[in-house]
């Protein structure tokens, strides 16, 4: 197995470095935009990548029940259907068994949904999922896994944990039995909040063989100062020469703390579903654009970015759009939101390569987090 992942510094736990993919290169430290249902949402693609974005996600459970995975096969694969150049993950629909559990239930053979759409019955294997995968032509395959719900009981995270491992076997021979397509396959460890679980389930994920891994199981309603410290003892369990993905994460001060631990790949829904509903990322923390505050305040959202909204729309102009409900409110602030993300990466793939994370991160924490006023702008 041919390694994709190329170091180019280190610093510290952290690393900078290329993956090396079918349509090109990504560089990581990495955020995923998420788009779901074949759209990053009130974002064109052509407008994803220029944010700074070389691979997104997309969801095999969404996908698979429409427009359906055979009908995107036919249509040329996912990338050529939405018009999407870069890269793509697709997630192995291993999450919709805890985030859809009442629509569904599993065994070991795997997991029986409702359709959230019609009702209609489905299962979804560990095979069935790489198929999934495969006919979206994905450029990063994710094994079919089952994400333990949080809080639950040390025996429920062994026995979820070890049912996983034993997909994520079915995964890697189903992957190995479809034809070569220069995707890469990632497994995904489990185990909860346990360090002893943890340390299995790397174990038994080193053994099958993967091209990169994952950290699924955080972002679940454990709170920050819980996932940190369980990838304090969890990230080094894994293969430090495959990149690292730390699975639905998260806030901008989450990606910079993980990635001080050793992470290269992050997905979450925070930056576009923020956008949609008011809120905007800034270098002092969040603001939210509904705020009367902002109701003619002629400054950009953040005097900081160099993105386009920041360019050309004021805070009062947002407040405007956003409160009347306009479309282009949430397209705006979606774009700053991906923009702001990416530059955030950018900033720690360029402080790690001149050795100074620590310096970096500490700085942009003291500011995020700070904050002063909400939105009082550069300081």
Known sequence: MSNPFTILARDGHARTGL???????????????????????A??????????????LANTYHLMLRPGAERVARLGGLHDFMGWAGSILTDSGGYQVMSLAELAT????G?????????????????????????LGADIVMAFDECTAFPSSRD??????????????RSRDAFDAGEAGGSLLFGIQQGAMDEALRRSSADALIAIGFDGYALGGLAVGEGQEEMLRVLDFAVPMLLDERPRYLMGVGKPDDLVEAVRRGIDMFDCVLPTRSGRTGQAFTANGPINIRNARFAEDQAPIDGTCACPVCGIASRAYLHHLVRAGEILGAMLMTEHNLHFYQALMGGMREAIGAGRLDEHGSGFLARYRGGGLEGAGPK
């Open 156 to 169: 429920q995270a062994a026995a979820s944990m070890e049912k996983s491992m034993r997909w994520a076997r």
């Open 19 to 41: 993956i090396t993919l079918a349509r090109g290169s990504v560089r990581t430290p990495a955020f995923m935009p998420v788009g779901t249902a074949a759209t990053v949402k």
């Open 106 to 109: 599993g065994d070991e053979e």
């Open 111 to 135: 997991v029986r949904f409702k359709s959230h759409l019609d009702g209609s019955a489905i299962m979804l294997t560990p095979e069935r999922s790489i198929e999934v995968q495969r006919l």
């Open 43 to 56: 974002m064109k693609p052509a407008d994803v990548r220029r944010s700074g974005a070389d691979i997104i």
